[in-house]
């Protein structure tokens, strides 16, 4: 069977939903088959270590020492992939399978391994007895592999492990990708998170014309760890009113019984199939009057635990919380268990579904669809074998010209969108920004000279730069924003995700967890490199101060710096030219969490584009035109800076130096790749000893003022010589709605504060220091007194620049 591909609106659709719609004898019986084969290999999973296919008597030592896994989501997970293989098969559709329960891992694996796809990526686990055992001794176990839909599993985008990101993930994945179906399976547990519940309006941002569709399958088993599910003891009648107030069309299916469920289930899919192609048919071929669709999607109520022992110890199991886990315990000890479990295995008649040397039997196998279509080999679910490079226009040509440093002030991301309006301008169909509401605000809104924000409800007159064929996506959720980008590079396609700094915390977990996928597919071959996760933060903690001490926290550095070194980059550009810089090599690399942090507001620019290259390779350098270290021997204090406004402070505290106390050898350093400071062999960037000592000496004091909490430094330069001289300012906690100056005074990163600072820590002190000190106090209670009186800063700090003095030395 060929795949269905792009525009392709076959007349036979209506035929092929009957035929999808009334199985056979001959399809209900290898449907069941199937099923049977992958509930046998997940329980498999969960218990056995030896005597995979029963051979003999089942006996204490077949039962693995410690019971992992999860059982009660498997046989529903299992069910709706045997139904959406058959449709596969029948259809020709390309599809991807995300488990929002991914703790169904052995149901997923299982299905990998009947599909023929596991042992094509791990010959070791081969569709024979030796082979089935490996699979079942490797689940959950030290030196095999995680019990989740983990990045081990072959046709996984989703590992489910941390509930709540199923359907933004899904979504993600079908923007810009016409042909594709996303079956994304809502955990009933799942759908009472806030990410899940805020991401069924990812169809306000799916166009039938250009993106895929997902068909979300609500799994309401009625229970998650240890109580029953909301939705499941809802009124039905609500259910369905929740659901379809978010647009959608639902489909019911209900039950336990066998084989009907199979004929209500297929009937289901048929109906879900042949809305979405009907829905695609129309948008494709200009029958579309350009409202947004009424997607289907599947309730599917079936017994938690289904085909599970029904009562053990007298306790209802099937049916129940009790099923989640493990629902047989203490199999080693407790022959009864021991029983019940063989019983169990034994239901599903394995003689019947793997042949003599153990390889699954021709009914189960030929359910399975070919090659790239099996949902265990999609291409889609592995897209770094789709990804094609972007096409990215010279960053140089956005420079801003900096005739000499500090000079003049921009807006940095101004020039960052003019870039990425060019990108979108030549990669109509595989770059995108996601912005919770703020491409604007953030003065990234080049990009709509070339794109709308993408929306599909209604639009209004009033509404400007919002049609269904936008391609910016702005939607007020960072959980959708970040895992609609995760989505789209997963399978293949590059983008940024930009957000306010503070609000990056929202979805900071969602940046753990990815970083975590990254990370184990590094050491999978078979994994092909996916486009990096950009995250853009901007409007930062600094210049806040509008907004207040909510909006001041730049806690998202901490979590990506505590990342392993293989995914983890932190870049903070001082300025326009550094950012270009910065963004082309993150918009080129793969499969790497790149964190840019920059504000949006006016700010000093240093650089000209050639110094800015330069400075970015190197990732930190002495700024010699702000210091007055000559280089021949060691400066008599290092001001190091990393982050544009404590740059900015930095070297104004360095010019007030050099014109208060030029004696003193004052050395700038500014980091733009935050993890140049860690040791070599702590991480790839780290710089050599030979350069760190050439920036920070191995003796002299640095003050160091650093964007973020100050804990992040000392974490950084851990093991480099004498690491207590490293005095470090940052965000310390101390915000307001407040003048953009006196945030840098309450934090004590101002000017004067590095003055202050420099002066106290300096090995040497020319005459003059006092003086200076005593300057820098009255200068700060200056500003204290000045910004209660006019309620703005200071003049010679509100317009500050080095102006022609920038040269002087
Ligand atoms: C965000 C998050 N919170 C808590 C958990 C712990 N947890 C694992 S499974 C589960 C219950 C899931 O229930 P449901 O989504 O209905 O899945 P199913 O019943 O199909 O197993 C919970 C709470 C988790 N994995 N993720």
Redesign the pocket.
Known sequence: MTAVSEHQVSPRDDELVRALAAPDDTEIAQLDAWWRANNYLTIGQIYLRGNPLLREPLTPEHIKPRLLG?W??SP??SLIYAHVSRLIRRTGQQAIYLA??G??GPALVAAGYLEGTYSEIYPQVSQDEPGMLRLFRQFSSPGGIPSHVSVTTPGSIHEG????YVLVHAFGAVMDNPDLLAIAV??????E?GPLEGSWKGISFINPERDGAVLPIL?L?????AGP?VLARKDPAEVRSLLGGHGYEVIEVEGGDLPGMHYRFAAALAEAWGRIREIQRAARSGEWNGERPHWPLIVLRSP?GWTGPDKVDGIQVTGTWRS?QVPLSGVRENPEHLAILERWLRSYRPEELFDAVGTPAATVRDLAPEGDLRLSASPHANGGRLTRDLDIPDFRDYAIDVPRPAGQRAESTRKLGELMRDIYTRNPDRFRLFCPDETNSNRLGAVFEVSDRGFMERVTPEDVKISRDGRVMEVLSEHNCHGWLEGYTLTGRHGMFATYEAFAMVSASQTVQHGKWLQEAKHLPWRSQVPSFNVLLTSTAWRNDHNGFSHQGPGLIQVVLTQRGDVARVYLPPDANTLLSVADHCFRSRSYINLIVIDKQPQVQYLSMDEAVAHCARGAGIWDWAGTDDGTSDPDIVLACAGDVVTMETVAAAQILRQRLPGLRVRVVNVVDLMTLVRQKDHPHGMSQTMFTELFTDTVDVVFSFHGYPGAIHQLVHGRPDADRFRVRGFIEQGTTTTPFDMTVRNKVSRYDLVLDAINNSKRLPRGATELKAWCEAQLARHEAYVVEHMEDMPEVRDWTLGDQAQQG
Do not use: C, R, S
């Not at 492990?161 to 709540?164: A, I, K, P, Y």
């Open positions: 999860h009660g989501t529903g997970l929002g329960p703790h169904g492990g941390e509930l709540g809502v955990g009933d547990g799942e759908a998170t799994h088993n009625g229970a998650k760890i599910t938690k989640h």
